[in-house]
């Protein structure tokens, strides 16, 4: 990997500030008094995305967390149904804790696909209004300090696949660097032309997840992508009998993202990982995913920011986790203005220079 994929921040990652990220965290007062949920959604390109955002509230402060769950019906039914949390005194720790005895698992009194999106918007949500009510910032607490974060643009290619979403963000800013998802039936010609942009930082395969999306697991166009891309990661490959090979020659450019929930993760994959994409939505606990940074760190693992299509605090929030952590990364975190393409938008450069205003987690507030 190139050096300058590594954060400012991750230079010194063995030293003993990464010893325990949650130790730093886990005692921060909390008062909660109240919450309330409020939908909010976007159409783009023929799909709509519909996100709830969560809103803490206590000793007139708020904190913000987005619930970014895929099913639009789970956020209908979070709307119908309402959502009730442990009010009272806490710390960020017995909060969490409080998740899992008051009175039953939070999952199963809100039960969903991936209950680990919700659990992380309620418990951002939480360290966020802690935060603000001891007027700090994450960044103060941890005695760290907010860069400038670099990142790339995910656009849809669209059905068929073609470059023209590339290409017209390239117009408006020439620097613009990119994650693509590879198609399913990607051509000689696409993949070609993509890559004479010389744009492209990140080829997200999608063999990971459960469901059947992604690029085929087929070894010559795992071959293709490694030699035509030469300095981009590639995301989420099938790992089987047919594409190992490839793959373990090329394996400190392998990055891994939807496997990643849990330092034993990390440590179930097919290999040592040199590079993984930190979603914190998909750790759900705000412990589980200190102890990802932290391992990651004492391992000298590269990491960079992943997105869900957020649309608001939710982003914000991994923009700030990834200001402090991996700043230099190509991290999939653009501000949400690059969800939608349109000619007459300013579409700001990277990398982002942290908000004038700092409160709370760091680079939302309201």
């Known amino acids: ?58 000793d007139d402060e708020t904190g913000f967390g987005e619930d970014v769950t895929r099913p639009i019906e789970a956020h209908e039914r979070l709307r119908e149904e309402g959502l009730s949390l442990p009010t009272g005194e806490w710390t960020i720790g017995t909060f969490s804790d409080a998740l899992d005895t008051d ?54 290619l669209g059905d068929p696949p073609r470059t023209r979403p590339v290409n017209r963000f390239l117009e408006a800013n020439p620097d613009t660097e990119f994650k693509i998802d590879v198609p399913d039936t990607p051509g000689d010609e696409l993949l070609s032309a993509l890559s004479d942009t010389g744009a492209i930082r990140v080829l997200d395969l999608k063999a990971q997840y459960d469901s059947n999306v992604g690029a085929p697991a087929d070894p010559e166009l795992y ?6 891309f030469p300095n981009a990661l590639i995301e989420d490959p099938a ?6 090979h490839v793959l373990e020659k090329h394996s400190d450019r392998i990055s891994w993202d939807a496997p990643i929930t849990s330092v034993e993760s990390i440590q179930d994959l097919p290999w040592e990982p040199t590079v993984l994409n930190i979603k914190p939505c998909q750790s759900g606990r705000l412990k589980s995913l200190c102890r990802i940074l932290d391992y990651a760190f004492q391992h000298d693992i590269e990491l960079y920011g992943g997105g869900m299509f957020e649309l608001d605090a939710g982003r914000a929030h991994s923009q700030a986790i990834a200001s402090l952590f991996y700043p230099n990364s190509p991290n999939d975190l653009a501000p949400p203005v690059y969800h939608q393409y349109q ?24």
């Not at 909660?32 to 206590?58: D, N, P």
């Not at 809100?110 to 949500?125: D, F, G, K, N």
């Not at 071959?223 to 035509?228: K, M, N, Q, S, T």
């Open 343 to 366: 000619a007459d938008k300013s579409y700001p450069s990277s990398p982002l220079d942290p908000p004038a205003k700092l409160t709370g987690i760091g680079w939302y507030s309201r």
């Open 223 to 228: 071959r293709r992508l490694f030699e035509a």
């Open 103 to 156: 009175p039953v698992r939070l999952e199963q009194r809100v039960p969903r696909e991936t209950p680990e999106h919700l659990r992380w918007a309620i418990e951002s949500a939480v360290l966020d209004l802690a935060l603000k009510q001891a007027g700090r910032t994450l960044a103060a607490v941890l005695d760290r300090v907010y860069e400038p974060m670099a990142f790339v643009v995910s656009p849809r």
């Open 239 to 244: 790992v089987t009998d047919a594409t190992r």
């Open 1 to 58: 990997m190139d050096d300058d994929t590594t954060g400012g921040n991750q230079v010194d990652a063995t030293n003993s500030a990464f010893s325990d990220l949650y130790g730093q965290i886990k005692s921060l007062p909390v008062t909660v008094e109240a919450v309330s949920i409020e939908g909010k959604h976007i159409e783009t390109e023929g799909q709509t995305f519909e996100r709830t955002i969560i809103r803490v509230r206590g």
